[in-house]
């Protein structure tokens, strides 16, 4: 008797800990010490928001998007894990060297980070709308690195919450640049910040069909972000800056049995790109604009969502309160059918 309950107690201890240990293996294809840490900084960003149209937007131009520091609480109270923000620098950095940022634009961006950190968020902080450097990659270049390198030599002493995104969406003359320039931006950061994680995706505005022409070097606190806004027809209907094919379209329904089945096959080969690649993946972005029909961009949502979850990634939703917003500034009130659709447990 005591023979066999040892037997059984055996075999039972072996397929628990084979049943627990599995998800990490899914999570961290690597299996190394030195890749987990940045694993687990990835699971931390786990599900976030885009504070869009804002501090992105052209220094003369206003999206009337009047977001407040006080909405980071409402985020934080939702459930949410995180927030992306997406900031125009270039529009406020010297054009000469040594390109210095202005300091009350650095004030400005202070002010976020505190309070995202009172609130226990954490935060992706990128260069976003840098039109210089996608449309002419060799003059701008030198600029790009010297931007980041003010900003991580500020943000040096800020807690893990802190996380760093070199480029949005690299397009135009930057695809065939962008495999050594972000290797300039990295070193920058890397001078001042050698472990915080760095977030860096691929050409052609992140699309996961251009994952393996990501040249990365060999940097164990790198996490690779795609963006998501497949079928363009949808998910895009209606925007003013779409296409004319595009802007034109209205009532345009998501769901059908073919069309899931394509999502899944993107995320498919995200999932791949990363296990192979021992690498953790960050939807950056994803949203349907505010002209979709509700119900299918609920729907469509709901769906992203469950595929970036099944393959570990951590997320952003495009975007908090503009026209593809999960929040209605007029009313100041969730638009509750989306928000459930992003977090479906809450």
Not at 39 to 44: H, I, K, L, P, V
Not at 65 to 81: M, P, T, W
């Amino acid at each position: 008797m005591k023979i066999t309950t040892l037997c059984t107690w055996i075999r039972f201890t072996v397929l628990f800990a084979t049943f627990v240990g599995a998800p990490l293996a899914a999570a961290d294809p690597g299996g190394s010490t030195e890749r987990s840490v940045v694993f687990d900084a990835n699971r931390r960003l786990g599900r976030g928001v885009n504070l869009g149209n804002f501090l992105e937007v052209p220094r003369d131009q206003n999206w009337g998007v009047d977001i407040a520091e006080s909405h980071l609480k409402l985020i934080r109270q939702a459930g949410f894990d995180s927030i992306r923000m997406p900031v125009k620098w270039s529009d406020y950095a010297a054009t000469e060297a040594p390109y210095t940022i202005e300091p009350a634009f650095f004030a400005r961006i202070d002010r976020w980070l505190d309070r995202a950190e009172q609130e226990k968020l954490n935060v992706v902080l990128n260069i976003h709308h840098y039109d210089g450097l996608d449309d002419d990659p060799e003059s701008h270049a030198e600029r790009f690195a010297a931007i980041w390198k003010q900003i991580a030599e500020r943000y040096r002493s800020r807690g893990d919450w802190l996380y760093f995104e070199l480029h949005n969406e690299p397009h135009d003359q930057l695809n065939d640049h962008w495999n050594a320039i972000l290797r300039e931006g990295l070193a920058a950061v890397r001078q001042s910040n050698p472990t915080r994680p760095v977030i860096v995706g691929p050409i052609r505005w992140n699309r996961i069909a251009e994952l393996p022409q990501l040249d990365l070097p060999d940097d164990p606190n790198l996490i690779v972000t795609v963006h998501m806004y497949n079928p363009h027809e949808f998910t895009h209907q209606g925007a003013s800056w779409a296409g004319p094919e595009v802007r034109s379209i209205r009532g345009r329904m998501w769901g059908s049995d073919q069309e899931r089945a394509a999502l899944e096959e993107e995320f498919q080969k995200a999932g791949e790109w990363g296990k192979s690649n021992s690498r953790p993946l960050f939807l950056g972005e994803f949203g349907a604009y505010g002209a979709a029909p509700q119900e299918s961009r609920v729907r469509w949502t709901r769906a992203v969502v469950e595929q970036a979850e099944k393959h570990q990634m951590s997320w952003a939703y495009w975007e908090f309160a503009a026209g593809f917003g999960v929040y209605d500034l007029d009313k100041m009130q969730w638009r509750e059918d989306l928000l459930g659709a992003l977090m479906p447990s809450q």
